[in-house]
């Protein structure tokens, strides 16, 4: 669905989590994608603001894959109205393939610039390693062939499923599939993001650096809520006139979650997140060769 250094501060290491459905425990690393002291007598306010840190980064995102649309975009119509000698009008721009693909293409720059602001907030401006932090493993006594495994299963179920709900409760052609179907160029971008930046970046801040914070702040239980439906609801956009395609991504987003929380690891949900959009982006670059149809 469209849909990755030593320390200088002394830190408290947590006691290792709890079994989880992936393995039976997890490493003693720092809870946290933001802030990574932790204990009783931690100041409550430190918490707060990594919340902030946290949603900031969160919203940051979204402005970047804005502006970076609005950057490739402003340009292009200057040359339209430049070749055409009169301001393009909305309903030409709306079937424009070549708008259609920028517009697509842009979402890369959008996600690598996101990609560094993580790193830099992570890591406290160099100060702690990055992936240790954001959970970046396979939990302790499970081996990486085996989470494979399971997530690749997981994955393939859900995607399954999400098959079945828009084949047979399906609605209208949503705003994506315009863009995907409005040529090859736009497919492949699509399938090349889908598999290669935005399981990376989604992961990284839903099931990273906004779950870390909000774990912390209020728990597991409504943080798993709350993250779940932040994820479902920026996709809400993209797949507004299909009912269907909103409650299967709502469905990946809460397994996605859940797995998080269950496993302590970001890596374990990555996996699952990444072999759904792979599978999916195969079926939209193949399809007009094929006539498999329209992607979910």
């Not at 649309?69 to 009169?86: K, M, S």
Request: aromatic share 10%; hydrophobic share 50%; proline share 6%.
């Amino acid at each position: 669905m469209i849909t990755n250094e030593p320390s200088t501060q002394q830190q408290t290491p947590l006691p290792t989590e709890a079994a989880g459905p992936l393995g039976t425990s997890q490493r003693s690393l720092p809870e946290t994608a933001v802030h990574v002291s932790t204990g009783a007598g931690e100041n409550p306010w430190a918490t707060w603001l990594d919340l902030l840190k946290a949603f900031g980064v969160w919203v940051a995102s979204i402005i970047l894959l804005l502006a970076t649309q609005l950057a490739v975009a402003l340009p292009y119509f200057a040359y339209v109205w430049a070749t055409t000698g009169e301001p393009p009008k909305v309903e030409s721009l709306t079937s424009d393939k070549i708008l259609a693909f920028i517009s697509i293409a842009s979402v890369l720059p959008a996600h690598l610039l996101t990609l560094g602001l993580i790193w830099l907030v992570v890591t406290q401006g160099r100060k702690v390693p990055f992936w240790p932090t954001i959970k970046w493993h396979w939990p302790k006594g499970l081996h990486p062939a085996a989470g494979t495994v399971i997530c690749v299963l997981i994955a393939t179920v859900l995607f399954v499923i999400g098959a079945a709900a828009t084949y047979f409760w399906g609605g209208n052609r949503t705003q994506l599939d315009a863009l995907v179907e409005s040529s090859i160029p736009a497919r492949m971008a699509t399938a090349f993001i889908a598999v290669f930046t935005a399981p990376l970046i989604e992961e990284l801040i839903y099931r990273g650096v906004l779950y870390s914070a909000l774990q912390r702040a209020v728990g597991t239980a409504i943080t798993v809520g709350i993250v779940s439906l932040l994820f479902a609801g920026v996709h809400v956009f993209q797949y507004i006139d299909n009912l269907a395609v909103i409650a299967v991504i709502t469905l990946l987003s809460f397994t996605l979650t859940l797995v998080r929380a269950q496993t302590g690891s970001v890596l374990a949900p990555f996996v699952i997140h990444l072999v759904f959009n792979a599978i999916q982006s195969v079926i939209i670059a193949l399809s007009p060769f094929t006539g498999w149809g329209q992607s979910t």
